[in-house]
T-cell receptor, first 110, second 114 residues
Framework: DAKTTQPNSMESNEEEPVHLPCNHS???????IHWYRQLPSQGPEYVIH???SNVNNRMASLAIAEDRKSSTLILHRATLRDAAVYYC???????????FGTGTSLTVIP | DSGVTQTPKHLITATGQRVTLRCSPR?????VYWYQQSLDQGLQFLIQ???????AKGNILERFSAQQFPDLHSELNLSSLELGDSALYFC?????????????FGNGTRLTVT
């Protein structure tokens, strides 16, 4: 399985930026980096994905290291609704499987 | 709302029984993925279908099978159920089933085997 490493948990204060790190040292040249989040009692929700360049959308930004061995999901202003488990995933060019690790549980403090 | 519909939401059954979980993908999506989520295993990829054909297989037990029908809905069949099969089962769909195409998940079916 393609491996990603994330901290088990993180905390953030409400309305402050959050940087969620992910290491993926075994990434190959055409593997994509995806982020999903899972709120309690819901299915995972797509957040963002990218290949090499940094990506922005309405939910978050994805910063990808130049060597692509790590990435950071940035929530610009955390809200209480952002409390969730965040998964960093590699989707392999050699197949169509998305392997989820254990993710980072984000707690947002009011 | 992701647009992916899973039924039923909850299912309680006994060991040894067989159940069928159903998934309707987002309108226009051709690919369906099945995942199992249990407390001690996290999200485990089971199987993927694209336009009716099996495309990728993960950690799916021989007691489990799936198919995707011509209208693109999918069913996951679980047989000879064991207590350890109790879990949340998620279906996800994507437009073209490629590795650079995001997945959109349903809210899952919670299976309890007693």
């Amino acid at each position: 399985d393609a491996k990603t490493t994330q901290p088990n948990s993180m905390e953030s204060n409400e309305e402050e930026p959050v940087h969620l790190p992910c290491n993926h040292s075994t990434i190959s040249g055409t593997d994509y980096i995806h982020w999903y989040r899972q709120l309690p009692s819901q299915g995972p929700e797509y957040v963002i994905h990218g290949l090499t360049s940094n990506v922005n959308n309405r939910m978050a930004s994805l910063a990808i290291a130049e060597d692509r061995k790590s990435s950071t999901l940035i929530l610009h202003r955390a809200t209480l609704r952002d409390a969730a488990v965040y998964y960093c995933i590699l989707s392999l060019h050699t197949g169509n499987q998305f392997y989820f690790g254990t993710g980072t549980s984000l707690t947002v403090i009011p | 709302d992701s647009g992916v519909t899973q039924t039923p939401k909850h299912l309680i059954t006994a060991t040894g029984q067989r159940v069928t979980l159903r998934c309707s993908p987002r309108s226009g999506d051709l690919s369906v993925y099945w995942y199992q989520q249990s407390l001690d295993q996290g999200l485990q990829f089971l199987i993927q279908y694209y336009n009716g054909e099996e495309r990728a297989k993960g950690n799916i037990l021989e007691r489990f099978s799936a198919q995707q029908f011509p209208d693109l809905h999918s069913e996951l069949n679980l047989s000879s159920l064991e207590l350890g099969d109790s879990a949340l089962y998620f279906c996800a769909s994507s437009a073209v089933g490629q590795y650079n195409s995001p997945l959109h998940f349903g809210n899952g079916t919670r299976l309890t085997v007693t």
